[in-house]
């Protein structure tokens, strides 16, 4: 079964679109005659794959009770691989919509917190105006980071680098996971990406072609996060769902030494800064 070919978007929504297409594709993963290397396993990844097409995609998985029993079973057992994409298949179908519901009630419920630590009777140096307002936003958030790299696993030794480069400025925080992100549960990709400011996207081919850094690429842009593009592949353009995410303009690590390239991602960072505060 040949896994490469619903990498094409337009390819998983033809599947999606196509009645049977889905439904046989979810036989294959979780009917126990076939066999587990040559089938079950290729066919998970597609489900997996196609999870990120459309809305419809995601319901026509969900729904498919079987299917999402045997994912669910998966997701606690000790194959790894299989675990990893069963996991990111929940993420994406349940999961993911239920924890930003979630972010947005303990942010109200932090926003109630902060709001009756003010006692009006004892305030008496404050002057409150009428045009003056205070806005309690994700600085009250534990374990800030002021900026996250998001990289894949071929990237990560330029990318330790700008981490270093990155660590000695005066900014912030700067959040960057050690582990390949292909072994990351989502759960904690989407922690990491509420504690952050901006999202530092290292983008090449192998980046795109990861659902891992897709996974966690759409969800720094669905959580509105500021994401500066740094291009790490010579003679790579973004394309398809890339495309979509990252600005025209990035920060070229292939064209310019590397000092220099790490000056402008700084300078860029500044900027950022800046205009978010000034929002």
């Known amino acids: 079964m040949d896994f490469s070919i619903v990498h094409n978007d337009d390819i998983k929504e033809e599947i999606t679109n196509d009645g049977e297409g889905i439904p046989l594709i979810a036989r294959c993963a979780h009917e126990s005659n076939f066999d587990i290397e040559t089938i079950q396993r290729p066919a ?37 691989d299989q675990e990893i994409t069963a996991n990111r298949i929940l993420w994406k179908v349940e999961q993911e919509t239920e924890f930003i519901l979630n972010q947005k009630v303990e942010k109200k419920r932090r926003q109630t917190i902060i709001k009756k630590k003010f006692k009006e009777e004892e305030a008496i140096y404050q002057y409150v105006r009428g045009d003056y307002h205070i806005e309690i936003n994700d600085d009250y958030l534990p374990g800030k980071f ?22 000695a400025e005066d900014f912030g925080q700067v959040l960057f996971h050690e582990r390949d992100i292909d072994t990351i549960h989502p759960r904690y990709m989407a922690k990491a990406i509420e504690c952050s400011s901006i999202v530092i996207i290292c983008f090449s081919n192998k980046y795109e072609q ?14 509105q996060r500021t994401i500066i593009a740094v291009k790490l592949e010579p003679g790579y353009d973004a394309k398809g769902w890339l495309e979509d995410i990252i600005d025209t303009t990035y920060i070229d690590f292939t064209k310019s030494e590397f000092t220099s390239a790490c000056t402008q991602l700084i300078k860029k960072i500044y900027e950022t800064n800046e205009e978010n505060n000034n929002i």
Request: negative net charge; aromatic residues 6%; contains cysteine.
């Open 44 to 80: 998970l990844e597609i489900i997996s794959a196609i999870s990120f097409a459309n809305d419809s995609a995601i319901e026509q998985i969900k729904e498919n009770d079987i299917l999402m029993d045997h994912i669910k079973k998966l997701s606690d057992r000790n194959d790894k």
């Open 146 to 167: 002021d900026v996250m790299l998001s990289y894949c696993h071929s990237g990560k030794e330029i990318c330790s680098k700008i981490y270093t480069h990155l660590n």
């Open 210 to 223: 990861s659902y891992a850094c897709r996974l966690e690429a759409e969800y720094a842009k669905k959580r």
